[in-house]
């Protein structure tokens, strides 16, 4: 399309969405975001959100240069790896960040613990004009010329060439234009919270739960999942070393894992490429706070009647409960708890469908492959959808194939990993819950024998977090 901008309408402004428009500005493509969230800190209620390696390389693909030094000086690192334990706390195997990672040493091909707030106001820097909030999407229409124009609630419209749906779980887009594709209940409930992070609390807690990602696994029935978050220990740091500190020597990474590297000029190099776009490392820094993070997940048919209308403090006992026997470390995580923090979260998954025909209407993220928590893969799939739909819309503005082949091509792409992802991740929310003494064993017992064996580590777990993403080039041309 030499000399006449593509126009992308992208409905919804989540991590995928906006991931998608800040790919796609640098190519000349004409971009513009619709969120129904009234400001821009709608979305960031949750938790921490953990970043594999797939993630972080599309992420690193769709920032501008100083955005993703600001991403790597502001995120935490998730500790040198994942361990998965009994309720006792003996641990079972210990996967290390080089497996995780496949040994990567540029700072792309490592993982990160980021939040949500600072996440979000590193992808808005830069869209002011581009990202319209309070706009809520109803339906799409094609016009004869094949143009697509979407309708709002209050009453306005929006004409394109392209039309994304990357407004998450209950997508509108996706019910318009993908009717058959249906979101199911797995039939796990979770309890999740958070403890702040200080020197009291890590002053007692086990350091697997004070630095890194873990699984509980009691006999049967239940599991836990942890995670640490340091983010602001590591930027306050950074900070404290002044305008010549280097992000990449900042606290956190273990020997091994992927380095985090800056542009030479460090610190002050960092505040410069920031002030660009309107940041400055400060803020950024108190936007932070360090916690951990903890989820008992287990079957519906173990929560009691009118679980849903429990508070925070009635959640934490029920959590209490049925951790009894559990190690002290677990059950003080739990009843320390800020009871705030708590949430009763149902585990749903969307069905994979079949192939449709590529049309200039697509979907990303959740609007598409939403999946259970379980393995943290939802938003890395998003951010590695934007980066593969930016790259093949941005070759098409460039010149290259036309827009279907564009868009069929993500599609076929996306529908391979995607839902890869969403039966990983139902498989071990099925796993997490097993109500089989005889499976957990079983499990355990491969486990021990993964630990005892590298090489069977290795090819167990080595492709979760990482399986060729980093193929998938073509990558947006950055300025």
């Known amino acids: 399309m030499p000399g006449k901008p593509l126009d992308v309408l992208v409905i919804g402004g989540g991590i995928g969405g906006l991931a998608l428009a800040q790919a796609l500005l640098p190519s000349g493509v004409n971009v513009q975001v619709y969120e129904r969230e009234r400001d821009a800190t709608g979305w ?231 002030a660009g776009f309107g940041l400055d490392l400060r803020s950024l820094a108190d936007d932070l706070q360090d916690y951990v993070l903890w989820a008992l997940v287990a079957p519906h048919g173990t929560y009691p009647a009118g679980a849903a209308d429990l508070d925070g403090d009635g959640l934490k006992d029920l959590a209490g409960t049925m951790t009894r026997g559990w190690h002290p470390a677990l059950r003080r995580l739990v009843a320390e708890a800020d009871p705030a923090s708590v949430q009763l979260m149902p585990f749903k998954t969307s069905v994979p469908v079949g192939p449709w025909p590529a049309t200039p209407v697509t979907l990303l993220g959740d609007a598409i492959h939403n999946m259970t928590p379980a393995m943290g893969f939802g938003a890395n799939t998003a951010l590695r959808d934007a980066a593969l739909l930016a790259s093949g819309l941005a070759a098409f503005q460039r010149g290259r194939g036309t827009l279907t082949e564009a868009i069929g091509g993500y599609e076929t792409r996306m529908r391979e990993y995607g839902f890869g992802a969403v039966r990983t991740s139902a498989r071990f929310a099925e796993f997490m819950i097993s109500g089989s003494p005889l499976v957990r064993r079983g499990a355990k017992a491969w486990f021990r024998l993964c630990d005892t064996l590298p090489p069977v580590k290795r090819m167990s777990f080595g492709r979760l977090w990482t399986d060729g993403a980093a193929a998938e080039e073509a990558a947006v041309a950055r300025p």
Do not use: K
């Open 44 to 274: 960031v209620r949750g938790y921490r959100i953990h970043l594999n390696q797939i993630g972080s390389r599309a992420l690193h693909r769709c920032l501008p240069g100083p955005l993703w030094e600001a991403f790597l000086a502001t995120s935490g690192h998730p500790g040198p790896g994942f361990g998965f334990h009994t309720h006792r706390l003996r641990e079972l195997v210990f996967v290390e960040e080089s497996v995780m990672t496949g040994g990567a040493a540029d700072p792309s091909g490592g993982q990160y613990a980021v939040s949500r707030t600072t996440l979000r106001r590193l992808l808005l820097a830069g869209l002011e004009g581009v990202v319209h909030h309070g706009r809520t999407f109803q339906r799409y229409e094609v016009r004869p010329d094949g143009r697509i124009v979407a309708f709002f609630a209050d009453g306005t419209s929006a004409t394109g060439d392209v039309l994304v749906g990357a407004d998450g779980a209950n997508s509108r887009v996706r019910s318009q234009y993908l009717p058959r594709a249906r979101r199911v209940d797995t039939g796990a409930l979770a309890i999740g919270a958070r403890l702040p992070l200080d020197d009291e609390v890590r002053g007692w807690l086990p350091g697997n739960l004070a630095d890194g990602l873990n699984l509980v696994l009691p006999p049967s029935g239940s599991a836990m999942f942890t995670a640490a978050f340091n983010g602001r220990r590591r930027a306050e740091s950074l900070l404290a070393r002044g305008a010549g500190a280097d992000p990449a020597r900042a606290p956190g990474p273990a020997a091994g894992g992927a380095g985090r590297t800056a542009r030479e000029g460090g610190l002050a190099d960092l505040e410069s490429g920031l």
